[in-house]
């Protein structure tokens, strides 16, 4: 279960959310708004290190695997 980053795009709170899948949909938790991931922080691979392939995107991204 990764930890992502999102961001509400009502309130404008940014906050990490451990989530099941990087499909989940993730509610804010101050004003219960809708809310978008935020790809602006450091991406980590399974192991824990860096990942200098990652985009942050796991849709399109192939550096975790």
Partial sequence: ????QYKCTNCG???????RS????VKCPDCGGETARD???DMY???GK???KCSGNCR????CR
Avoid: Q
């Fill in 22 to 25: 990087y499909t989940d949909e």
């Fill in 50 to 52: 860096a990942s200098k």
């Fill in 1 to 4: 279960m990764p930890f992502l």
């Fill in 39 to 41: 790809y602006s922080g």
């Fill in 45 to 47: 691979s399974a192991t």
């Fill in 60 to 63: 399109t991204c192939g550096g």
């Fill in 13 to 19: 709170k940014r906050f990490d959310e451990l989530v």
